[in-house]
């Protein structure tokens, strides 16, 4: 049996964890791009995840330099 919890941020689906039998902790899967950098990363806790994600969502994304 698995324990799975879904991540929300400013009412988008930032992505679930799971946590199987044999793991201590959770791990991230992402469902949207900008929370791509989690996707597969270990939590102790749900809400470990869940603080990751907010603060994700509020790193601005990266932009691309353009030459002149």
């Known amino acids: 049996m698995s324990d799975a919890y879904v991540i929300e941020v400013a009412d988008e689906t930032a992505g679930i964890v799971v946590r199987q039998d ?3 902790s959770y791990r ?3 469902s949207l791009p900008r929370y791509f950098p989690l ?6 806790a749900p ?7 907010l603060a994700q969502f509020g790193q601005r994304p990266k932009q691309k330099v353009r030459a002149a």
């Open 47 to 53: 809400r470990d995840a869940e603080r990751a994600a």
């Open 22 to 24: 044999s793991e201590q």
């Open 39 to 44: 996707d597969g990363k270990l939590f102790q």
């Open 28 to 30: 991230f899967h992402a």
